[in-house]
């Protein structure tokens, strides 16, 4: 089985990193800039759940590629999935199925406009990494979690011989038969973390211990009732999960989202915040709390973008 992970950065490093681990099919389409710095000191992962150093990984660049292959690893951000689509095109042949785990659900009808909907899985990654300085990989706790599911039933066998194909390697495949419901309930989490933890420029804890408990539980809360009315209820086992992660005092958790607000990047919150924003609207559902959020994050762009075409 042929891999095609797109991106060698945080996510799709580390799984297709994996993947080359166990000695498994896998390239990454890359940058030059990337491939240059994977052949001079190859794919390196640093985790609790074991390092690993590949030499001068498989590497393609988009100039490059002119072969399918069987499946296709898509983990970009969202403001660059567009300029990732048309990069990967050519990899997509007749039985080529993509797996995107981008948070959300604006990008399933962009790849399925583009690519059609039999060859877009459903997918999500439960894992905290990041990128660091000279391209390492930083898994930062012992989650390395790979959901996915086919919306059609008749792609369910080629979707359990993918998953019995990345078994093989270190960390965890799942397969969903609800994939769509367990993207929604992952939203709701993301969405209300990154809002709540933008909003206050802090972490959980440090926004619980400021008292500001009640407008992360609001925010909680209203990301649930827009996945509510949209047909995808959160179970009471994710609301209370979500629950205690958004009101602990002792909590560490931050979006990656404040991440990049912190290192003056682009963000995803149209695509995460703004998106939902807009599909609790259709249905009728007032968020005020999100909606702020999303204020927050807009000026920040805004601000961002006149600086940059200033020049500072």
Partial sequence: MRTLVVGAGAIGGYFGGRLLEAKQDATFLVRPRRAAELAASGLVIRSVNGDVTIPNPPVILAEDLHTTFDVILLGCKAYDLDGAMASLAPAVGEKTLIIPVLN???????????????????????????????????????????????????????????????????????????????????????????????????????????????????????CGAIATANGFPPSPESSKQNHHWLTNPKSTIMASMLRDVERHAPTEADHMIGDLLRRGEEKGIASPMLRLAYAHLNAYTARREREAAAGK
């Fill in 104 to 222: 959300g659900m604006k990008h399933m009808d962009a790849l399925d406009q583009r690519f059609g909907a039999s060859h877009v899985l459903g997918g999500l990654c439960m894992i905290s990494s990041t990128l660091e300085p000279g391209g390492i990989i930083a898994h930062q706790n012992n989650l390395d979690i790979l959901v996915f599911g086919a919306r059609d039933a008749a792609l369910t066998p080629r979707v359990e011989a993918i998953v019995a194909e990345f078994g093989k390697a270190h960390f965890k495949p799942k397969r969903s038969e609800n994939i769509l419901h367990a993207m929604w309930e992952k939203w709701v989490f993301i969405a209300a973390c990154a809002g709540i933890t933008c909003l206050m420029r802090a972490n959980v804890g440090d926004v619980v211990t400021s008292g500001g408990v009640e407008i992360a539980v609001a925010m909680l809360d209203e």
